[in-house]
């Protein structure tokens, strides 16, 4: 511990970030981080804690505490305010290979579990995350290093997403043969289709994958494996083969209209737009536009707050964001102490970007959509929402939502967007290799708490095998699939998972 008393000599800072109304010109990253000076001072407040919750991973009431990939979070604060960052990159390492994504997109379980943050403002964590990578960057010792030796074992890697990634990262260190398939035509998988530019700029993704083919990743895009290529090739070319394919099936809304033309799944409008983004600067026709229209959203998450960010910077007439749940409380409730996951309302940038732009929250909370409206051509012209009422089946026990009648509202609408999460992994994948689904269609393992599908020597890791979830779950999925991969190569394994 540097500072004893750091944590009551300074306050907390994070990135002033740029003002809603002029970051919307764009799509690009709208963070202005600390300086060097600042940045010390933060890393100074950390109290090196006896039990460091910040790095503990675990669950209560459901819910993640602390950081999952168990982050060695007091020493790197420390090194941080010492100016010894380029040790600091090495300890970071030691337990996170893509800190250039989780310091843009984690929502920092650490900083939530901060003791700091029982009776103040926790420690900037994430903030000091992001300058330890992004020096290591500059200065030249986040370059490429090639493993020494190869095992002469090779792997499949099925989906570039962040357990996709992580996987290949970490066997190929190993010095196994990795190849990862990529159905899309760039890496990334929801790292570069699923999350907007201005959260996460695609050129961060392209550097880290400059440094994996340098290293000896090969990538293959273009690849739809289960279509294009069978995996009964895989499996004769590869001595083991990896699913990281995500949970893909979009959650549908039913109701009468839903074949309306203007509906759009979430993924989709949020990946054609970073694909036009790329390709021409959205001068094609590869993209939906939300210009000039009434947009309504369904759904109140991360995703939902990111088409309401990206239809603001289309121009769009207005924007709506429907909730089933409702507003969740400004602080914490009783029920709710330190160091769970805090359960209060958030207002993300989206959010943030309506309020300035139309003056006003664009949450509608305990609502859902009752039907769609067609115009002549079939197109959507407005959607009515009813509001919902939580009430307890008696048999189960359970908050179930019920319409209350004569609380219909229409909205006017030209475009919406459904953005209700997701149903789990994609039905012609798990049968081309012919693996076990549970009833939520994640591929089951031969254990609990396994990697092993019921196929022979195919493993899978991420969303596709615990649901949706979030980044920094994937990344360490994909660090504990690659140890279970080589296990089953070579009998042994010495890839460290903390």
């Known amino acids: ?41 933060q890393g100074a407040r950390c109290m090196n804690c006896g039990v460091p919750f910040c790095q503990s991973g675990m669950m209560l009431n459901g819910m993640a505490s602390g950081c999952p990939l168990h982050n060695l979070i007091p020493e790197w604060n420390d090194m941080v305010y010492t100016g010894n960052w380029k040790q600091a990159y090495h300890r970071l390492l030691k337990t996170n290979v893509f800190p250039e994504f989780t310091s843009r997109v984690c929502p920092a379980l650490c900083e939530a579990a901060c003791t700091c943050g029982l009776h103040g403002d926790p420690v900037s964590t994430k903030e000091n995350e992001y300058a330890i990578i992004e020096r290591a960057y500059e200065e030249g010792y ?4 090639p493993p ?4 002469g074992k090779s792997v499949a890697i099925i989906g570039s997403g962040p357990a996709g990634l992580a996987a290949a990262e970490s066997l190929n260190k190993r010095g196994h043969a990795v190849t990862v398939y990529e159905r899309d035509d760039r890496i990334g998988g929801l790292l570069m289709y699923g999350i907007p530019n201005m959260k996460l700029e695609k050129s961060v993704i392209d550097r880290k994958m400059r440094i994996m083919e340098e290293e000896g990743v ?12 069978k995996p009964a090739e895989l499996l004769k070319q590869y001595d083991r083969v990896l699913l990281a394919c995500g949970a893909k099936n979009p959650r549908d809304i039913k109701a009468p209209g839903r074949d309306a033309k203007g509906i759009y799944f979430a993924v989709d409008f949020l990946g054609r737009n970073t694909k036009s983004l790329l390709d021409s600067g959205l001068k094609d026709s590869g993209y939906t536009s939300a ?25 769009c007439k207005s924007v709506v964001q429907i909730e ?3 507003k969740a409380p400004d602080e914490r409730a009783e029920n709710n102490s330190w160091p769970e996951w805090p359960r209060v309302c958030k207002t993300d940038y989206g959010q943030e970007e309506a309020i300035a732009v139309f003056g006003h929250d664009p949450r509608i909370y305990e609502s859902t959509v ?22 307890k089946d008696e048999k189960t026990g359970r908050m179930n939502p019920v319409p209350v009648e004569g609380s219909e509202q229409v909205l006017p609408c030209e475009l919406l ?37 019921s196929a022979e020597r195919v493993f899978v890791a991420g969303d596709m095998r615990r649901g949706q979830s979030l980044v920094v779950w994937a990344i360490r999925e994909g660090l504990e699939a690659a140890r279970a991969i080589d296990m089953s190569l070579m009998g042994y394994s010495n890839i460290m998972v903390q």
């Not at 090969?218 to 290529?229: L, Y």
């Not at 009752?370 to 009422?389: M, N, Q, R, Y």
């Open 218 to 229: 090969t990538f293959i895009t273009n690849a739809d494996v289960g279509k294009d290529i």
């Open 291 to 315: 210009k000039g229209k009434n947009v309504v959203i369904i759904g109140g998450g991360d995703t939902g707050n990111d088409c309401v960010g990206t239809c603001i910077r289309h121009g």
């Open 324 to 326: 089933m749940m409702p």
């Open 417 to 453: 967007l459904i953005a209700a999460g997701f149903l789990g992994s994609e039905k012609y994948v798990t049968d081309s290799f012919g693996v076990e689904v549970n009833a939520r269609t994640n591929v089951n393992t031969t254990k609990p708490d396994g990697y092993q599908t």
């Open 142 to 145: 986040a370059a490429a290093k």
């Open 148 to 151: 020494l030796a190869r095992t």
């Open 370 to 391: 009752k039907e769609f409206t067609k115009d002549k051509s079939g197109h959507l012209k407005s959607v009515t929402i009813v509001k919902l009422a939580w009430k």
């Open 1 to 41: 511990m540097g500072k004893p008393t750091g944590f009551m000599d300074y306050q907390r800072e994070v990135s002033a970030e740029t003002a809603p109304k002029e970051r919307i010109k764009n799509f690009n990253e709208f963070h202005q981080h600390l300086s060097e000076e600042e940045q010390r001072r």
